[in-house]
């Protein structure tokens, strides 16, 4: 045993071989993706940028309830449509996306099928220079993003 | 109108200090962090110019703009001093390295080197004993406790090395009897025996202290991220800090070239005995110069990707308790085998042939057994114990 | 800096030694000598510096701060100083429902996320006595495993870094980043997952989840090989972790350490093995075990426990079969009122999760276990006369997350 450790030693042994590891990583591919030319595409289920549709949304405010950090403000009010029946308008669907935590618990919560409020749709550049503007969305910049000038979308996603 | 001698002197001198520092900041900076990225799995910076090739031009446009700190309760005079006392050894020693064989020019032979002073060693080794004066300077007059302990251990590190990087040369003095670097390579083309093989344990010695020299990993504690801070270097900012690395960064080109030109041959192509290998000789020797010289710089990068670093007392210990003793050893076989043989190589030549054939035969006896250990335990252990 | 604020400073300067002058004079009056009295130095007095290893440094693995006392460079006294991340996560999930707590515990081990969500899903399945599934039970061992190796694969990276190896870091995250790709695929985020849900999980496997998988874990053992082949013979790597930080297992089982410390210093206690959960009784694997106690022990410990993972992915893969992936859980939960202490071992430890239900749909109470917390406690022992370079070892082998010491 010690004339091993003795041989080991004296010829640096150890010491070749971590060499050899990094040697042969020089010649190795790099799986390096060059981001901003090229993206890797997020998977199906990946949470994004927020999208709200309007006509969908029952005004349950269950998404409101389950946040855990109450970022989701939700006001509504009741009018009577042509038929005559008590309807539910929104007037203020807010998220703060200064403080969300992308945690899904809202679109889990949401009772309409297909879902009104979800976050998997790839996007995620939206990075802003002012945060209380930009970062503040309310229901125009949710259901279209267009109104969003900081949101980039990846792949449009309708999830229809 | 003849040109003097001295013109062509001054001229060199110039081109040595416009273009040495270029290079260390656009090549080595560059290779360094490219060569270490691929060999890390990922790439290296490839923005800056075609393939990153300017990111060196971007470092030092950045080092150049950036504001200049002097911390309040420091000596004004010195923290301005160090910097410019550990740049300065090392580009001086530039002067004495021989970078290929004269070349006629017209009428007049040309040497590539400066000056040929016949105590060329003694002036490198003591220039970099003077570099060491910019580091305790500027650990000091920094006026920051944590910087004046990193720089007290760099200059310690730095001076416990120096001894044995000098009894390893002593071993190749043995064999040239001259401390010109001029004349060990035209000692190494006259017998034609390279210096490296009788003398490979001192070429370790010496690389191994070389790279201790230099603060560069497995060596850097002084400098590493990860300790209190960043050493003697910490209240430096742009071109001061600059210098600090640019002395760095020469100092380890001065001990590759002089590893190349004791151990290498200089600016001497490969085989020269072998009479096939004879076009070798075509290729000019200051382009066989600058590949070697590259070859060691690599040397230097692969280090610093690979290994983990060696803790303070760790490193003292390694040096003045296995490299001196090593090296004062070695003194003593090389004497003795050129006293065997006077007058003539024979001695050299067979110690050259002991110390490569044991090496190698020692080398394979461990890969050897290295690999049935691993087939050994591979075969003893029940398959829920393995990976 | 004017001449105001440098006199200020000078003041201060002067203040304090006036400070430090009469509590040694009232420490010599009171027969007590801690150190040399004032104008009375000889050679062999011990002075002692007080350190700064401050909240803001590369290698503390996030805002700790260490103060020691240091004698030249030997550690005399380090004491972590930690709450620099204390966010009330305990104080939050009593403000809101169970469910609601999961993404929480994402965030107090980030680096292991599905073992926090699994360990806060099991205390309140306990609670309600709800059955786990089998399909369920196999993909939660099957996340858990996959997070234990990016837990130490973060680990050997950063305690590579700490000790100057800068390589190994780049090759475990890349592997890393594979494990996290699974993770985006199967629940849509990489770090704070959100990945389990009370009675199972959120959702099933996505098509050829395990295929990729599989093949990610047959290539795995040829990487861990790099990695020993970088570090574990490596004579400089040697020198930096043997002999440092031994740490005995009675000492260990006194001061509550639990995890790899606890199996590298002899003690073959491992959760999965001693109080199994899930189906961890019916898998085959070895839980590794050294007997030094020192740092070298506690690397080769955890590399051994990567390759364990890897073995139990693979046979948790081969018993998959199709079926239900959540249990039978009320719409709102509301548990009986009673206590619970659940737990589960994680990547640093022991992770238990105590929780006190008064019968409404809020936790009165819910404590965590953080095993980083408690095993930093040790670090004031183990540093105890080993070098100011040894500390970043230290740190490192203990493998803490600071978002568990702080919650």
């Keep these: 045993m010690a004339l091993k450790k003795w041989l080991d030693k004296l010829t640096l042994l150890d010491l070749f071989d971590g060499l050899s590891v990094t040697g042969r990583h020089l010649f190795k591919k790099k799986v390096t993706i060059e981001y901003p030319e090229q993206k890797k595409l997020p998977s199906d289920r990946f949470r994004g940028m927020f999208r709200l549709d309007e006509e969908r949304c029952i005004k349950c405010t269950l998404c409101a309830i389950e946040c855990p950090i109450n970022i989701i403000y939700i006001d509504w009010h009741n009018e009577k449509n042509e038929a005559g029946k008590n309807e539910k308008v929104l007037d203020r669907f807010d998220v703060d996306l200064k403080r969300c935590m992308f945690c899904q618990l809202c679109e889990e919560a949401c009772p309409t099928v297909p879902k009104s409020i979800w976050l998997t749709t790839k996007t995620y550049e939206m990075a802003a220079y002012d945060r209380n503007e930009s970062l503040y969305l309310d229901i125009r910049k949710l259901t279209d993003w267009r109104e969003a000038p900081n949101v980039k979308p990846f792949t449009v996603v309708e999830r229809g | ?387 | 800096m004017t001449d105001d604020k440098l006199s200020r400073a000078e003041k201060d300067e002067a203040a304090y030694f006036a400070e430090r002058a009469k509590a040694r004079a009232a420490a010599d009056e009171a027969g007590e000598r801690t150190e040399a009295s004032p104008g009375a130095h000889t050679l062999f007095d011990v002075q002692e510096m007080e350190l700064n290893f401050g909240p803001q440094h590369p290698s503390t693995h996030g805002v700790l701060r260490v103060v020691l006392k240091v004698d030249g460079e030997k550690i005399l006294e380090a004491k972590p100083d930690v709450g620099f991340l204390h966010r009330g996560t305990e104080k939050l999930f009593e403000t809101e429902t169970y469910p609601m707590g999961i993404p929480h515990t994402d965030r107090m081990d980030y680096v292991a996320a599905a073992t926090s969500n699994h360990a806060f899903c099991l205390a309140i399945e306990t609670l309600l006595q709800v059955e786990v599934p089998r399909r369920a039970q196999l993909i939660r061992v099957i996340l858990d495993e996959l997070q234990r190796l990016s837990s130490h694969l973060v680990w050997l990276g950063t305690s590579g870094i700490d000790l100057g190896a800068v390589t190994p870091f780049w090759y475990a995250f890349r592997e890393r980043e594979q494990i996290l790709d699974f993770f985006e695929e199967y629940c849509g985020a990489r770090l704070t997952l959100n990945c389990m849900r009370i009675g199972g999980l959120p959702f099933d496997l996505t098509p050829g989840w395990t295929e990729r998988v599989s093949e990610f874990i047959a290539d795995l053992p040829s990487r861990i090989d790099d990695y020993e082949q970088l570090l574990t013979d490596n004579r400089i790597w040697k020198k930096r972790t043997v002999g440092v930080g031994v740490i005995s297992a009675e000492e260990c089982v006194e001061w509550g350490l639990t995890g790899p410390i606890l199996r590298a210093s002899g003690l073959e206690w491992d959760l999965r093995r001693a109080r199994p959960y899930e189906c961890y009784e019916e898998l085959d694997f070895v839980v590794p075990t050294r007997t030094g106690g020192d740092t070298y022990d506690r690397y080769i410990v955890r590399v051994q426990e990567m390759r364990q993972s890897a073995r139990i992915i693979q046979q948790c893969l081969a018993r998959l079969e199709p079926g239900e992936i959540r249990g039978k859980v009320p719409r709102v939960i509301k548990p009986v009122a009673e206590e619970v202490y659940a737990s589960i071992e994680s990547p640093k430890g022991e992770l238990g999760f105590y929780c006190v239900s008064n019968g409404t749909n809020k936790p009165y109470r819910m404590h965590v276990r953080p095993p980083s917390f408690i095993n930093l406690q040790a670090l004031p022992r183990l540093a105890k006369g080993h070098l100011v370079s040894d500390l970043v070892a230290l740190i490192g082998t203990i493998d803490i997350v600071l978002g568990e010491v702080d919650r």
């Design chain 2, 1 to 387: 109108m003849t040109l003097s001698p001295m013109f062509w002197t001054y001229l060199k001198v110039v081109l040595l200090v416009a273009t040495v520092p270029a290079i260390v900041g656009f090549v080595i900076v560059f290779a360094e962090r490219r060569i270490m990225g691929f060999m890390q799995a990922r790439l290296g910076p490839n923005r800056v110019g075609p393939q990153g090739v300017l990111q060196g031009l971007a470092d030092l446009l950045k080092l150049v703009t950036k504001e200049d700190i002097t911390p309040a309760k420091s000596e004004k005079a010195v923290h301005f001093l160090a910097p410019v006392l550990a740049v300065i050894p090392a580009l001086t020693a530039l002067a004495v390295i021989p970078f290929g064989p004269p070349v006629k020019v017209g009428k007049t032979t040309i040497p590539l080197w400066v000056a040929d002073i016949n105590i060329g060693l003694l002036f490198l080794l003591a220039l970099t004993s003077i570099g060491v004066y910019g580091i305790i300077l500027g650990g000091w007059s920094s006026n920051n406790k944590y910087s004046l302990l990193g720089g007290l251990r760099s200059a310690a590190q730095l001076v416990s090395y120096e001894v044995p990087m000098g009894l390893a040369l002593v071993s190749v003095l043995l064999m040239t009897r001259s401390l010109s670097l001029v004349e060990i390579v035209r000692r190494q083309e006259a017998t034609h025996l390279w210096f490296f093989f009788p003398g490979m344990v001192a070429f370790f010695i010496y690389f191994v202290a070389g790279v201790a020299e230099t603060n560069r990993n497995p060596f850097d504690l002084p400098e590493a991220e990860s300790e209190l801070v960043s050493g003697f270097n910490t209240e430096y900012s742009g071109v001061k800090f600059a210098f600090f690395f640019l002395g760095e960064y020469t100092a380890m080109i001065i001990i590759s070239c002089v590893a190349v030109t004791v151990f290498f041959g200089g600016w001497l192509p490969p085989f020269p005995n072998v009479k096939q290998l004879d076009f070798l000789g075509l290729v000019p020797g200051a382009l066989w110069f600058l590949l070697k010289v590259s070859g060691f710089i690599f040397a230097y990068i692969w280090f610093r990707s690979t290994f983990p670093r060696y803790r303070f007392d760790q490193l003292m210990a390694l040096g003045w308790k296995w490299l001196i003793p090593i090296s004062l050893a070695n003194i003593l076989v090389v004497a003795f085998a050129i006293l065997l043989f006077p007058g003539r190589t024979t001695g050299l030549v067979w110690l050259s042939w002991i110390f490569g054939g044991l090496f190698v035969l020692m080398y394979l006896l461990a890969k050897l057994r290295q690999t049935l250990a691993r087939r050994d335990r591979l075969a003893a252990t029940p398959q829920s114990a393995q990976g």
